[in-house]
């Protein structure tokens, strides 16, 4: 408590350059949280992976062929009721379940916001090949694919109405032309679907290997004048994803021409891609985040050893008095230690106050973390305890020069001072 006491005493008496010095502290220890809480998430994402898809899993596009872009772009349009590809080969043995997104640029406005975005439209099959977690309502089902209903991602929930529980609301859309190719005076079919669902975020591998699903609706109101991008999704039976493949290859060339492919994606491809730019990116925060806290902690190391010089008549009379070279050692250490530990703090409570918007920021500018969103970055508790607890230990090595040299300083000479 004399030390605190001490220590206030001494930040009264130099004011401005003790509040520089806090700043600064504070600064480089904020940043190292928010930096360490960001490799921390990043630990996290890596160690989601994607077990819960596993070789049975596959994920195929239709290449399309300059001879057959009219019947598959047909084909694409027609309601989703009517046969598909995916509705085809759905009865095949190698083949436990079958879905397709059909995915096309709309226009969606709710709440008074408009954004252009890519709309997907599924149907009740897809829990049964992607994992879906509702977090509020239920994802779309049969019964349901006959009427305009919808399901959205956390994301686009807090997005566009400001919270998660937007069931009931609902999402007019139309089709979106860019104005480049756009026509004056034509008027866009507009949908308006029903909300019935949120489901959690993908999390950031599975965005990367099956793509970046948010709005996922039943058929829309002019299907016949959209062309979709479909994708594939199914789960094979007994790991015979091949023949999967070969037969979705000889339905593909029937109904859309010779020279019609279905590529399958390499998800172990994208995987590991996904996680060798995590680990770079997480060694690259490392370093950061260390050479935060050491310039923070070189503030430190010149307020002390002001802090001594201006206190040598001080150190002398205690030594006079029978203070030893330990003792004084001691108390100038522990000031640094006790300064260093109001500095942290300080920067513990900017840290947390300004995440959100870092964050957000961050993932907008920063080219590497434009695939992540601020929803991906939580902070750790981790990160707090870590970031102060080298803050402190760097805080206090730096202090050990000034307390070694206050406790130098010979009691004569500093009297006569």
Do not use: C, W
Not at 233 to 249: G, I
Request: avoid cysteine; hydrophobic fraction near 45%.
């Amino acid at each position: 408590m004399a030390l605190f006491l001490k220590l206030f005493s001494f930040i009264k008496k130099n004011p401005v350059r003790s509040f520089l010095t806090l700043l600064q502290l504070a600064l480089g220890v904020a940043i190292a949280i928010l930096v360490i809480n960001l490799s921390f998430n990043l630990q996290k994402i890596e160690s989601q992976g994607l077990s819960q898809y596993s070789s049975d899993f596959g994920v195929f596009n239709i290449q399309r062929s300059t001879e057959s872009v009219h019947s598959l772009i047909s084909s694409s349009t027609r309601p989703i009721e009517q046969p598909s590809l995916a509705g085809l080969v759905a009865d095949d043995p190698s083949i436990k379940t079958i879905t397709s997104l059909a995915s096309t640029d709309r226009v969606i406005t709710a709440n008074g916001r408009s954004y252009v975005t890519i709309a997907y439209r599924g149907d009740h099959r897809l829990l049964d090949v992607i994992p879906l977690k509702m977090l509020h309502g239920s994802y779309i089902s049969k019964d349901d694919e006959g009427k305009y209903v919808a399901v959205i991602s956390e994301t686009y929930a807090k997005l566009l109405f400001g919270k998660t529980d937007v069931i009931g609301q609902n999402i007019q859309t139309q089709k979106y032309t860019p104005p480049s190719v756009s026509f004056t005076g034509i008027q866009r079919v507009k949908t308006e679907f029903s909300i019935i669902g949120v489901f959690k975020d993908l999390s950031y591998l599975e965005r990367k290997t099956l793509g970046k699903i948010h709005f996922i609706h039943t058929n829309e109101a002019d299907a016949a004048s959209t062309i979709l991008t479909p994708t594939l999704y199914v789960r094979s039976t007994n790991d015979r994803l091949p023949e999967v493949h070969t037969l979705l290859n000889q339905k593909a060339q029937v109904i859309y021409g010779n020279t019609t492919t279905v590529n399958q994606k390499d998800l172990v491809l994208y995987k590991n891609s996904s996680l060798q730019g995590l680990g770079s990116l997480k060694q690259t925060l490392t370093l950061i985040a260390i050479a935060a806290i050491i310039v923070s902690s070189i503030g430190i190391l010149s307020i002390m050893i002001s802090s001594v010089f201006e206190k040598t008549h001080e150190i002398g009379i205690k030594r006079a008095l029978g203070a030893t070279k330990q003792v004084i050692f001691s108390d100038i250490l522990k000031e640094t230690a006790y300064l260093t530990l109001i500095g942290s703090l300080i920067g513990v409570i900017l840290a947390k106050l300004v995440s959100p918007l870092v964050y957000r920021e961050m993932t907008i500018s920063i080219r590497v973390l434009q695939d992540f969103r601020a929803l991906d970055f939580h902070m750790i508790p981790l990160a707090f305890f870590f970031t102060v607890l080298a803050a402190l230990l760097l805080g206090t090595i730096f202090g050990i020069y000034p307390a070694k040299l206050a406790a130098e300083i010979p009691p004569a000479e500093a009297l006569r001072e």
